[in-house]
């Protein structure tokens, strides 16, 4: 690849969701880019048929605007969900708009073929190289060296960049060997609760077997399951659920009677033959949450996207707060122009504490997702938030409004709901003691 004077030689280890649109927009800014992908190219592979989805919101959509490409994948791909819906055992049915007021939604996306549009819409700029097969083992992060296995060959390759992006995923083999290094601080959690993978059928030719309009959900209390619309009208589902539920259903018989007892409306749709056949075909998989800091070494090496902060998924925010690295990169590449030793520690200063919140919120949406929702007490403050948006929609901005419809950094987003707790427990506790005094006037004048 030849160089261009005044750009850098950018490498992105990882071409996946986020390491396809860093591609992207650092080729629109004119640096070199090399792509390194561990995996075949799978644009020359055959789609397995199965719709694993994703729901795009504002963050991501705002990152895709960028590059020209919100229109085709969200007007054109995407299947807009305006709210839960809320699926209890008797099959009754329960709605809860995202945005009642304003009418926002979320969008349920095909994995693959974002990933497939990301990766033709980076291979069109002249400056981009992608390398498939391409694995990465070892690194000098300081002196931007990089070295590859190549699996199709079995041979080691070196590569020099002026900067190396880390997009490798949860189990980021960057992030691994930037935690060989003092003062840089990291953790791993994986949730005691794993996921199985389901689909939904269509009902008939070119119609939805549920509402496509909403994201479905089924809460139990200890485990849920969730359902997303795709475009070719089937729903792809996710049972949730603690591993030491998973280890009572290993039989047939054990878990038809589960779906019987708990999803009779989902085992109808789904048929008991499909049920068996889908459940047992892969181990339960598992969940991890990363938080780690800083996000860079010196201005040569930064981590984006799930090697920076994988999360469980109960917020659908993972790749939305990937995309969201890349546009904040983009737009610090702006304001710095492109100077990788003032970028990169800004980079961490205004991303780590976000990442790690959104971490937070993703576990605090679980209980929410699986628990919460039934809750008479979650239905008033939902009810509250409400009347007050509708109210004063600049000044009380409910939590996942937030978090999927605006860019407030997720630190923000939290610290705005405390101090909404903290204004109705107050008004809560007014309002009660005027109600006090009111009832108790009668009888204090008696007693007089
Ligand atoms: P990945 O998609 O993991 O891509 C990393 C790439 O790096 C891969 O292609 C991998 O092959 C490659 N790689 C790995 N190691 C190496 C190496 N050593 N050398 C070279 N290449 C390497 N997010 C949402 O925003 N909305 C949702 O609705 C949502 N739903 C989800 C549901 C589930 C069940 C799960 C598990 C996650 C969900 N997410 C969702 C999260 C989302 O999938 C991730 O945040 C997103 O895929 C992260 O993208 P990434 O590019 O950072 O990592």
Redesign the pocket.
């Known amino acids: 690849m030849t160089e261009v004077e005044g750009k850098s030689c950018i490498a992105i ?7 396809a649109l860093a591609a992207c927009f650092l080729a629109k800014r004119g640096h070199q880019v090399v792509v ?4 075949s190219d799978i644009r020359m592979e055959k789609s397995c048929g199965q719709s694993i ?5 504002f963050r ?1 959509r705002e990152a895709l605007k960028a590059i020209g490409l919100e229109n085709i994948l969200v007007k054109c791909h995407g299947t807009c969900m305006r709210g839960r819906m809320l699926h209890d055992k008797d099959g009754n049915l329960k709605e809860v708009l995202y945005d009642s007021v304003k009418g926002n939604c979320i969008y349920s996306i095909n ?1 693959r073929y974002l990933n497939v549009v990301l990766l033709d819409a980076a291979e069109k700029y002249p400056q981009v190289q992608l390398n498939f097969n ?4 070892e690194a000098d992060l300081e002196k931007g060296k990089i070295k ?1 296995l190549n699996t199709n060959t079995g041979a080691t390759e070196d590569a020099e960049a002026d900067l190396i992006i880390g ?7 960057v992030r691994k060997i930037m935690a060989r290094r003092p003062l840089f601080n990291c953790a791993q959690t994986y949730i005691e609760h794993g ?1 199985v ?1 389901l689909s939904v059928p269509c009902k008939e030719h070119n119609k939805f077997a549920m509402s496509g309009n909403n994201l479905h959900i089924w809460p139990r209390g200890e485990f849920m399951m969730t359902s ?1 619309p795709n475009e070719d009208y089937t729903f792809t589902g ?1 049972l949730f659920a603690p591993f030491c539920v998973f280890e009572k259903l290993k039989t047939r018989e054990a878990l038809l009677s589960f779906y019987i007892e708990h999803f009779p409306d989902l085992l109808r749709l789904i048929g008991e033959e499909k049920l068996v056949e889908q459940f047992f075909e892969k181990e339960p ?1 598992t ?1 991890i949450s990363i938080k780690c800091k800083p996000y860079h070494v010196g201005k040569t090496t930064v981590i ?4 920076a902060h ?2 469980v ?1 109960f917020y ?7 995309f969201e690295d890349i546009l904040m990169l983009d737009e610090l590449m702006e304001r710095y122009d492109s100077n990788f030793a003032k970028i990169l520690p800004k980079f961490s200063e205004l991303r780590c504490d976000n990442g790690h919140a959104i971490c937070d919120l993703a576990m605090y949406n679980y209980t929410e997702m699986r628990d919460l929702v039934t809750k008479k007490s979650f239905l008033f403050r939902k009810f509250l938030d409400k009347v007050l948006f509708t109210l004063v929609p600049n000044f009380w901005i409910p939590l996942y409004f937030a978090v999927q419809f605006t860019r407030m950094s997720f630190r923000e987003c939290i610290a705005h709901k405390e101090w909404q707790d903290k204004v109705l427990r107050m008004g809560l506790f007014y309002l009660a003691f005027l109600i006090f005094a009111v009832l108790a006037i009668p009888f204090l004048r008696n007693g007089m």
């Open positions: 280890v990882g071409g996946g969701l986020v390491g390194y992908e561990y995996r989805n994703l729901a795009l919101s991501g994995r391409r694995k990465l083992v590859f997009a490798d995923g949860a189990h980021s083999t996921y993978e997303l996710n998989q969940l984006v996207g799930d090697a994988a999360m998924p659908a925010q993972g790749m939305n707060t990937g």
